[in-house]
């Protein structure tokens, strides 16, 4: 099992910036997938990107599309997700999640979890 701890959210107005991290303990492998998720209030839980440990393949929802990064330190078995030109629909609890290949959009598929980290984007 794979232990994930977020952090990095916060408070920023509409075009500004944040960077999230997601520290990964326990057992991470080659094939291990992590996911970045989020959910506003209100709604469900949505894919926001992806990318296996080996950072050979990565997946974006086409709503963050060319405004998010996801990238990993294996050395700090850390995930990213840089996110630019940040709107207030981009607003809500990000959570990152961990899998096994293949990538896949459906949080029902993820096994272990994070607690979230809050995202906050004023107009």
């Known amino acids: 099992q794979v232990q994930l701890v977020e952090s990095g959210g916060g408070l920023v107005q509409a075009g500004g910036s944040l960077r999230l991290s997601c520290a990964a303990s326990?057992?991470?492998?080659?094939?291990?997938?992590v996911g970045w998720f989020r959910q506003a209030p209100g709604k469900e839980r949505e894919f926001v990107s992806a990318?296996?440990?080996?950072?050979?393949?990565?997946l974006y929802a086409d709503s963050v599309k060319g405004r998010f990064t996801i990238s990993r330190d294996n050395a700090k078995n850390t995930v990213y997700l840089q996110m630019n030109s940040l709107r207030p629909d981009d607003t809500a609890v990000y959570y990152c999640?961990?899998?096994?290949?293949?990538?896949?959009?459906?949080?029902?598929?993820?096994?272990?979890w994070g607690q979230g980290t809050q995202v906050t984007v004023s107009s």
């Open positions: 999640a961990a899998k096994l290949l293949p990538i896949t959009t459906m949080p029902a598929h993820y096994d272990s």
């Open positions: 326990g057992r991470t492998f080659s094939s291990t997938v």
């Open positions: 990318s296996s440990w080996s950072g050979g393949r990565t």
